[in-house]
């Protein structure tokens, strides 16, 4: 029964913290479509009205850029070109060029608002066909949206990307109350947008109620833990049902889903790089569920043929992708460490340590064990500090085949 799986789900209270914070960016995007199209319309107007060149079309029709740059365009979209960068909020950040197509720069006021956006915009014609994640850099980027306090855009974009790059698709509940605090800045700072007050409201709703309790038909408030105390009648006024419930957590998986897939097929090879762990994690989630395993079937059919393509890539691509696998999951340690690593048919373990110390089943349960280690092995520098070359033993940096994790 779906019902029973989505129940043993939303049981869980930190997968449950995981969804309702998703959804959170769902209704928030709903709440800044609006906003951010109607300031960038403005804003391309001013632009048009203060550059009369702007006014003239390209002059090929046909300048676009080549990867993520836009060389030799025309005078005109050269001229946008300037007036994007001159708009920026941070000059010098990456500008993803390869969101737009210039000739449309004169016309469209949104192909001017992907030059502010992540990469993979290309495709995307209007505000309501943007993610969170989309609206949000604008926001921060372009000079437009100068009332909203970029430090606080960049703490949602925080919060939002450890959300979605979650390696377990849970978070605890002391994250959320951060993410409440951030969120609710965030919509106060928009207080004249009349969007927002309704946004503002349907999350303190979404991050008070218990979704266990909606799917199971009982009207009950979550009374537990940090998010005690609010004063939401929330259940008795929305018949939350479990099939919403469920739509909710669909959107969500497929939003995700969207991310990886996207980045995962781009031929960058560090964009390829980025996400295969949480792929794969999601993959095995999904597997693992035999109704999301049915409603994802197509998705899983994708991630599958991306896996037999990486495997038909070559033995040496395959041993690098495995130790690429782990780089997610410490991607915002501030420093990176270079061990040895070793494998065995018992498992994985840090050469030289080998007969003093565990074998591990996986490389991530090798990296969690010394990462939590109460005391790290001796001459072997903890995974949370900085590696110090004078403080390693010198056999430990001998050799060629040192795998950087
Ligand atoms: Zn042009």
């Known amino acids: 029964m779906v019902l029973e799986e989505l129940t043993v789900r939303l049981n869980d209270r930190e997968y449950t913290n995981w969804l309702k914070a998703g959804r959170c960016l769902l209704i928030l995007k709903t709440g800044l479509h609006p906003f951010t199209d109607h300031r960038m319309r403005a804003h391309h107007r001013d632009l048009l009205n203060q550059h009369a060149l702007l006014s003239t079309p390209c002059e090929t029709s046909s300048c676009k850029p080549i990867g993520n740059k836009l060389s030799s365009p025309c005078g005109v979209c050269s001229e946008w070109q300037?007036?994007?960068?001159?708009?920026?909020?941070?000059?010098?950040?990456?500008?993803?060029?390869?969101?737009?197509?210039?000739?449309?720069?004169?016309?469209?006021?949104?192909?001017?608002?992907?030059?502010?956006?992540?990469?993979?915009?290309?495709?995307?014609?209007?505000?309501?066909?943007?993610?969170?994640?989309?609206?949000?850099?604008?926001?921060?980027y372009c000079r437009c949206f100068w009332s909203v306090d970029p430090k606080l855009v960049r703490q949602v974009i925080q919060f939002r990307n450890e959300l979605m790059h979650s390696c377990e698709l849970r978070v605890k509940d002391d994250w959320i109350r951060h993410y409440w605090r951030t969120l609710k800045h965030f919509v106060q700072q928009l207080s004249d947008v009349p969007q927002m007050a309704t946004v503002g409201q349907q999350i303190e709703d979404m991050l008070t109620v218990d979704l266990s309790i909606c799917v199971s038909g009982v009207d009950r408030v979550d009374s537990a833990g940090p998010l005690e105390g609010c004063e939401s009648d929330f259940v008795s006024q929305l018949e939350t049902s479990a099939e919403k419930v469920s739509q909710w957590e669909t959107e969500l998986l497929q939003e995700m889903l969207q991310e990886y897939l996207h980045v995962a097929a781009e031929e960058d090879g560090d964009a390829k790089a980025q996400d295969p762990e949480q792929l794969k994690r999601l993959q095995s989630f999904l597997q693992a569920n035999k109704d999301l395993r049915e409603r994802f079937s197509t998705e899983l059919q994708a991630i599958n043929s991306l896996e037999v393509k990486e495997r038909g890539d070559g033995s040496d691509k395959r041993s690098r992708h495995t130790l690429l696998d782990l780089l997610p999951?410490?991607?915002?340690?501030?420093?990176?460490?270079?061990?040895?690593?070793?494998?065995?048919?018992?498992?994985?373990?840090?050469?030289?340590?080998?007969?003093?110390?565990?074998?591990?089943?996986?490389?991530?349960?090798?990296?969690?064990?010394?990462?939590?280690?109460?005391?790290?092995?001796?001459?072997?520098?903890p995974l949370t500090d900085p590696l110090d070359k004078t403080q390693i033993p010198n056999y430990f940096l001998q050799g060629t085949n040192q795998s950087h994790i």
């Open 82 to 140: 300037k007036v994007i960068l001159r708009h920026h909020r941070q000059p010098g950040a990456t500008i993803n060029w390869a969101n737009c197509f210039p000739p449309h720069w004169r016309t469209d006021h949104w192909e001017v608002a992907k030059a502010y956006m992540p990469r993979g915009q290309a495709k995307v014609r209007r505000a309501d066909q943007c993610d969170a994640a989309a609206l949000l850099n604008l926001i921060n």
């Open 329 to 381: 999951c410490i991607w915002k340690a501030p420093h990176v460490l270079t061990y040895r690593l070793q494998h065995s048919d018992s498992g994985w373990y840090l050469q030289d340590l080998r007969n003093r110390q565990e074998k591990f089943g996986t490389l991530e349960s090798l990296i969690d064990h010394y990462r939590r280690a109460p005391s790290p092995p001796v001459g072997m520098a």
